[in-house]
């Protein structure tokens, strides 16, 4: 099944200027979700995967069950102030201004190894400062898995020794 076809393009969304990927076309249709799941988890089988940490709140989405299909666990990185035990927190630069995300402290214990997953692969700001949160508990970043990567915008280059697996480009 060709997944691309099932991402809605919302033009002007949020603001003026952005192309919006709607994933929640291809999320209501099973055997493509099950599809894009499968293929990601195929993707790190081998790569003995010990925890799985999901971006907020999209990369959720795809990480739980990948976790639960590598026999991993979850580790939730989300924006200042939503998480409620002691944080580890880095703040990084966006097109205009700042955002700040966190990572529990006790998350990642020094040595595993890491899948980071998020939906969309666009500039690469959100999953490079969620790389050096995993990097400051001394967790090993394996890979990065994304359900759609914007090549034009080079999110990669903020991920030069990070193996990226992407399931749609464009």
Do not use: C, W
Not at 21 to 47: E, Y
Not at 117 to 135: H, I, K, P, Q, S
């Amino acid at each position: 099944m060709d997944l691309s076809s099932l991402i809605r393009d919302i033009p002007d969304f949020p603001k003026q200027g952005i192309v919006f990927k709607d994933i929640t076309t291809l999320l209501r249709v099973p055997s493509a979700f099950k599809q894009a799941i499968d293929h990601l988890t195929d993707s790190f089988r081998n790569d003995r995967i010990e925890v799985v940490v999901g971006m907020e709140s999209r990369g959720f989405i795809f990480a739980a069950p990948l976790a639960y299909n590598l026999g991993a666990g979850l580790v939730p990185v989300r924006k200042l102030g939503k998480l409620p035990h002691h944080t580890l927190s880095i703040e990084y630069a966006l097109e205009y201004g700042t955002n700040t995300l966190e990572i529990h402290r006790d998350g990642i214990e020094p040595g595993q190894r890491v899948l980071i997953v998020d939906d969309l692969l666009a500039t690469g700001g959100t999953v490079a400062a969620t790389v050096e949160l995993v990097e400051q508990l001394k967790g090993h970043v394996v890979a990065a898995a994304f359900l759609i990567e914007l090549p034009f915008l080079e999110g990669r280059k903020a991920l030069p020794h990070i193996n990226v697996v992407s399931l749609i480009q464009g």
